[in-house]
């Protein structure tokens, strides 16, 4: 067969689809028999038509919400061309039902055990309606392929799964719900070789929801990378500044920018949000600590939460100069579709729009409790312009050394955020939503 594996693009990206590849088609492309070709096509870099469409019998999509209405868009024009569709990712698992709408067959959860079974199943012309991926063993998951990536200027490719699973079941993240809380660290010699295949660019991603989750396994893994002198991002929660040795470790091991989810100042808001981890550390101490080890933090938070009221974005503003978080980034809780938090916001009317699109984590889907949605957006706003201002780029550049290298890294990464903000201005309001005025002549 000729395969088609397709990335939709979103209506609006904060780290852009351009940044780094998509790795669940490396993966396909890695567990396709040879017998077999496959093409990839990232909507990012180029559309897709009618005649792009042209001899192939299958199309893979992964969608996840925000590119939800993308995907059936896709969906739709390989079926004026006869062509059978596939669609997995968050949000198949999250809405099979809605989704089944537009594809002939939908997959659940990880593919590994399931990719082989729906080709064979094409070639005989049985394709089913559901298939239910099982939690993948550690020595199976997958490395990717990325072969069929290199027409696209991706920032980088070297994107390694080291692990699966998070123990951490937070209302707002949807982590568990697609690969579940148990804990799959990758083989350390097929850790080795991928990191071995890293050629052109040093600059590596640990994509994993929690890459310390383990912290015995997370130290193996560390020594391991130490050797090969790269520069790697990853995820982790707070709580590995609880432990030295793992902090010197992931530190020797190269690890430059490590993105860690704040959420919120509220110790009430975090056990609203079932962030229950973060309750046992003081965000200062632990801020310390990694860029005491050499270590720069991505700091994620979350507003509109039920007990933000309006002077929360000062708050976080004000914590985030003074704890020195180098590069901060803020988001709106997005209740995402067939999750607790959605379900109880629907039960109680207060969801306003279920244009998937919209789901971003830049847009305000439902009525917030404690301020009106113009204020939340208009907060999200000036906090994001304070952020990107060329004067809090240079505060945060000044308030620590972080080697020629490592500086470098920082202003580009702050002004491409600065480039992508600019586009908050087009992106908002919605129609109907009126923003506060000096919002509204800020953004004409």
């Known amino acids: 067969m000729n395969i088609l594996l397709v990335h939709p693009k979103d209506r609006f990206e904060l780290f852009s689809s351009r940044s780094v590849a998509p790795m669940w088609a490396a993966v396909l492309k890695r567990l396709t028999p040879e017998s077999h070709n496959v093409d990839f096509i990232s909507c990012g870099f180029e559309r897709l038509n009618e005649k792009t469409l042209e001899g192939y019998d299958l199309v893979g999509i992964s969608a996840t919400t925000p590119v939800a209405h993308s995907a059936y868009e896709i969906a ?23 989704v089944a709408k537009y594809a002939d067959s939908i997959v659940f959860g990880e593919s590994e055990y399931l990719w082989n079974q729906i080709l064979e199943d094409k070639v005989s012309d049985k394709l089913q309606q559901y298939y239910h991926g099982s939690i993948v063993k550690a020595e199976d998951i997958a490395i990717p ?4 990536m290199k027409k696209y200027n991706y920032f980088t490719t070297n994107s390694i799964e080291a692990m699966r699973g998070c123990p951490n079941a937070c209302d707002f993240c949807c982590a568990t719900y697609f690969s579940g809380n148990t804990i799959r660290y990758k083989p350390l010699d097929l850790v080795i070789q991928e990191v071995e295949s890293w050629k052109t660019k040093k600059v590596g991603y640990l994509a994993s929801a929690n890459i310390a989750s383990n912290f015995n396994k997370a130290k193996e893994l560390f020594t391991t990378l130490k050797p ?14 609880g432990d030295d040795e793992l902090l010197k470790l992931m530190s020797d091991s ?3 920018y490590l993105e860690v989810g704040f959420e919120t100042l509220s110790k009430k808001s975090l056990k609203l949000i079932n962030k229950k981890i973060n309750l046992k550390h003081d965000y200062k101490d632990a801020i310390k600590r990694l860029h005491d080890n050499n270590i720069s933090i991505v700091g994620t938070f979350i507003f509109g939460l039920d007990t933000d009221e309006k002077d929360v974005f000062k708050k976080t503003m004000d914590f985030v100069y003074d704890a020195e978080i180098d590069i901060p980034v803020y ?5 995402f579709p067939g999750t607790k938090p959605y379900s109880k916001l629907d039960a109680e009317g207060r969801i306003l729009t279920k244009d998937w699109s919209r789901y971003t984590g830049l847009d305000v889907v439902y009525q917030p409790k404690m301020m009106s949605r113009e204020e939340l957006l208009a907060g999200l706003i000036e906090i994001w312009e304070d952020a990107l201002s060329f004067r809090g780029i240079a505060n945060r550049l000044l308030s620590q050394w972080r080697g020629f290298k490592g500086d470098f890294y920082f ?9 992508k903000s600019k586009f908050l201005k087009k992106y908002y309001p919605w129609e109907g939503i009126d923003l506060p005025d000096h919002i509204s002549a800020r953004k004409k």
Not at 145 to 148: A, F, Q
Not at 229 to 239: H, L, P, Q, T
């Open 411 to 419: 202003t580009v990464i702050n002004l491409f955020l600065r480039n």
């Open 331 to 335: 988001l709106v809780f997005t209740p």
């Open 254 to 256: 190269g690890l430059a």
């Open 228 to 241: 090969f002198n790269r520069k790697w991002m990853g995820d982790a929660c707070v709580n590995v500044t």
């Open 145 to 148: 392929d990325y072969s069929i």
């Open 76 to 98: 739709g024009l390989c079926r004026t061309k006869n062509i059978k569709v596939i669609i997995g990712g968050l949000h198949a698992s999250l809405l099979p039902d809605e």
